[in-house]
């Protein structure tokens, strides 16, 4: 879940939206990604949270679970991550911007994967409790942003 299907669903939603012509499902996942992006930045930047797994010093999850990943895995990436969690956030963003197409189907897909991605990042150590909670706070926060000023557009583009 978190390393393929997370990164599909980030792009089957862009791919889907243009496909669909769904204007107003594409403006709340641009805007969306991009406030979350400018507000993890500086906690990013600034404090950075080391995975838990290596905070106590003790093996991935990953490497127990998907061991030949692993070193794959940790070669594009970085063995910090951030609070809040941009995983938990852009997942719940890109859920909630499929859940406004009105495609039920797809929408309970989407929120699948987002309470699969959820659990993958805190099962694999990648994150902690307060790293996710946070992540979850500051997507409510975006969503509640996108809907009062993108909401409230009512054309449909």
């Known amino acids: 879940m978190y390393i393929a299907v997370y990164p ?6 862009i791919t889907y939206f243009l496909i669909t012509d769904e204007k107003k499902s594409m403006k709340n996942l641009a805007y969306g990604l991009l406030l979350i992006y400018s507000i993890a930045l500086p906690f990013y930047l600034f404090v950075p949270i080391t995975n838990v797994y290596t905070f106590y010093n003790v093996g991935s999850a990953l490497g127990t679970v998907i061991p030949s990943v692993e070193q794959f895995f940790y070669s594009t990436t970085t063995q910090n991550n951030c609070l809040p969690s941009l995983h938990t956030a852009m997942t719940i963003v890109v859920a909630w911007s499929i859940h406004i197409t009105g495609d039920k189907k797809l929408t309970y897909l989407a929120y699948f994967t987002m309470i699969s991605v959820i659990i993958a990042v805190i099962y694999l150590s990648i994150h902690w409790i307060t790293d996710v909670i ?17 909401g409230e557009n009512k054309e449909n583009g």
């Open 8 to 13: 599909f669903t980030l792009w089957f939603s």
């Open 134 to 150: 946070s992540g979850a706070l500051l997507a409510v926060t975006v969503i509640f942003i996108l809907h009062r000023y993108i």
